[in-house]
């Protein structure tokens, strides 16, 4: 899907988003917009890149981090911009899926040394279940 499709864009600070993904092809999501709630999707970028990019937001500074921190929109940009984890190819995002259906979090280290974004990764093994990962492993199968 295109990404003025998805929920993540109508969620806040989704039109800072769209700077990054809106080229890409959203894969899968998992988005709640309202006014305080979270966006969470994987993007396969024209390059042949894949992303998982997950955040959370807030109506107010009290519960806005972003806002807390008065971050301009080019600093919120760029905070998703490196928080996210980046593929090189969709091979080596299979590989990694494949990796952590079935892998404890102590067994992440020999993972981390490839040098990945792994924060948001682990937030997404953390709160999704093993069938939404499932799932998502078998979109990305069937892709060209």
Known sequence: MKWNETIASKCRYGDVAQNIW????????KS??????????????PDGRYCFCEWSYGS??????????????????QEMDESAAWFDDKEMFEKFIDKILGARIESYKPLR???????????????R??????????????EK
Not at 22 to 29: R, S, T
């Open 22 to 29: 809106g080229i890409a092809e959203i894969l899968w999501e």
């Open 32 to 45: 709640e917009a309202d006014y305080q709630g979270s966006a969470s999707f994987v993007a396969k970028m």
């Open 60 to 77: 107010c500074g009290g519960c806005d981090t972003w806002e807390a921190a008065h971050l301009s929109d080019s600093e919120i940009q």
């Open 113 to 127: 040394e490839l040098n990945l974004r792994f924060d948001a990764i682990l937030t997404m093994l953390e709160n």
């Open 129 to 142: 279940s093993e069938g939404e990962l499932k799932a998502f492993l078998e979109i990305l199968k069937k």
